[in-house]
């Protein structure tokens, strides 16, 4: 896929499962506002991972729950630790805040739901949210990231990012199957 048709591609993404708004463009963002976007994305990763251990009972969804907390806060702590290295400071900006929002709406719908409803709304969530924000990552931060640190760690975490995005799609297919079993 070319870059544009890419780049177009994952703004759609965005604009339709994240609710971005359409006025700005993630490849306007410079590597602080980039860096605010990841870690703003893995916070909220881990946010989701800990209301399924307050809810679900699935040990598969749990063991997922507990990967997505220990690898994304790992990636987190060492973007933490760059932007130290590197005297800066992640900005904050209007993608770190449409998916604040966005995250705070979900949270409150899952937190209402219970038992199989849950397990599968997470999984599915996992599979589309992994699926978006790797988009933008490979398709448009990559890319525009200038800083060789900070483009070496988004490398680093994307190979993990898209393994997380295996594996909620194996949990969602699994889910369906026993649902189906189960009419």
């Known amino acids: 896929m070319q870059p544009k048709v890419l780049i177009a591609a994952v703004a759609i993404v965005l604009t ?14 410079n590597d602080l506002e980039i860096a605010h976007v990841a870690y703003t994305a893995d916070l909220i990763d881990i946010r989701y991972a800990h209301l399924a251990l307050a809810i679900s009972k699935n040990p598969a969804v749990r063991e997922f729950a507990q990967t997505m907390i220990r690898d994304h806060s790992a990636i987190n702590d060492k973007a ?10 992640a ?30 709304r997470y999984a599915a969530n996992e599979l589309a949210y992994h699926k ?4 933008l990552v490979e398709g448009v931060f990559i890319p525009n990231i200038e800083d060789p640190e900070v483009k070496a760690l ?12 295996e594996h909620a799609e194996r949990m969602v297919l699994s889910l369906q199957e026993v649902a189906s079993l189960e009419q």
């Open 16 to 29: 339709t499962a994240l609710g971005v708004a359409q006025a700005k463009s993630p490849s306007d963002l």
């Open 80 to 89: 933490l630790a760059l932007l130290k290295k590197l005297k800066a400071s």
């Open 91 to 120: 900005q904050d900006n209007f993608l770190s805040q449409n998916l604040n929002a966005q995250a705070d709406t979900l949270v409150d719908e899952m937190s209402h739901m219970h038992g199989k409803a849950f397990d599968r």
């Open 132 to 135: 978006a924000v790797n988009g």
């Open 154 to 165: 988004f490398e680093e975490a994307i190979v993990i990012f898209k393994a997380h995005q």
